[in-house]
């Protein structure tokens, strides 16, 4: 039988981590679930788009609620059910969410920062799929570069005999390929500047 657990003792056990996480996370599961459905189902969703909506937010909620800024305000089920809501309605085509549709302005606010996340992890994803295509050489040059390394740090953990100026000009050499790439992908292209500029 699963044990029950109050908002703040799955906070403690998400804190935690191993097996306390785990069982914490079962009960929070089964618990929201249904709810987490019924919101998207009654808004035109399907359980499966809920369903996927969950499966990308835990992580980022999870992540948010063991910071050290968090404070608990509402119940952790209400937070948890409008970030998913917020990432299915925000991924739904024309269809524009308006802060206005909570009631809580302070669960909006978080949502809102959980959603960020979301589209953080996501676009990291995708442009580390790309350089990857583009060979190990320029991957390592361009993730270096995103990652605001020097053209100096770069030349030296990439071996660049030629100091600084070979690195720029590798970087040059990867990023026009990367344009090229991108521009020979258009659905590519177009979900990573969606993902950034939204």
Same mark, same amino acid.
């Given at each position: 039988?699963?044990?029950?657990?109050?908002?703040?003792?799955?906070?403690?056990? &998400?804190?935690?981590?191993?097996?306390?996480?785990?069982?914490?996370? %079962?009960?929070?599961?089964?618990?929201?679930?249904?709810? $987490?459905?019924?919101?998207?189902?009654?808004?035109?969703?399907?359980?499966?788009?809920?369903?996927?909506?969950?499966?990308?937010?835990?992580?980022?909620?999870?992540?948010?609620?063991?910071? =050290?800024? &968090?404070?608990?305000?509402?119940?952790?089920?209400?937070?948890? $059910?409008?970030? $998913?809501?917020?990432?299915?309605?925000?991924?739904?085509?024309?269809?524009?969410?308006?802060?206005?549709? &909570?009631?809580?302005?302070? #669960? !909006?606010?978080?949502?809102?920062?959980?959603?960020?996340?979301?589209?953080?992890?996501? #676009?990291?994803?995708? #442009?580390?799929?790309? #350089? =990857?295509?583009?060979?190990?050489?320029?991957? !390592?040059?361009?993730?270096?570069?995103? %990652?605001?390394?020097?053209?100096?740090?770069?030349?030296?953990?990439?071996?660049?005999?030629?100091?600084?100026?070979?690195?720029?000009?590798?970087?040059?050499?990867?990023?026009?390929?990367?344009?090229?790439?991108?521009?020979?992908?258009?659905?590519?292209?177009?979900?990573?500047?969606?993902?950034?500029?939204?």
């Amino acid at each position: 039988m699963t044990r029950s657990y109050t908002d703040q003792q799955i906070i403690e056990a &998400f804190r935690a981590g191993g097996d306390v996480r785990n069982r914490a996370w %079962e009960f929070a599961y089964k618990d929201w679930c249904n709810r $987490v459905v019924g919101t998207i189902v009654h808004k035109g969703g399907s359980r499966e788009e809920a369903k996927d909506a969950m499966q990308d937010a835990y992580g980022p909620f999870e992540r948010r609620i063991c910071r =050290a800024d &968090f404070a608990l305000r509402n119940r952790l089920s209400s937070y948890f $059910v409008t970030c $998913v809501y917020r990432h299915w309605a925000g991924g739904k085509k024309g269809r524009k969410l308006d802060l206005v549709e &909570f009631e809580n302005h302070h #669960l !909006a606010e978080f949502a809102e920062s959980v959603e960020a996340d979301i589209i953080q992890g996501e #676009l990291a994803r995708v #442009l580390d799929e790309t #350089l =990857a295509r583009l060979g190990e050489r320029c991957h !390592a040059i361009l993730r270096q570069f995103m %990652e605001s390394f020097s053209m100096r740090e770069i030349a030296e953990k990439m071996g660049f005999a030629g100091g600084e100026q070979v690195a720029k000009n590798e970087k040059r050499k990867c990023q026009e390929r990367l344009e090229t790439y991108l521009d020979e992908h258009p659905a590519i292209k177009a979900h990573i500047q969606n993902l950034r500029y939204g």
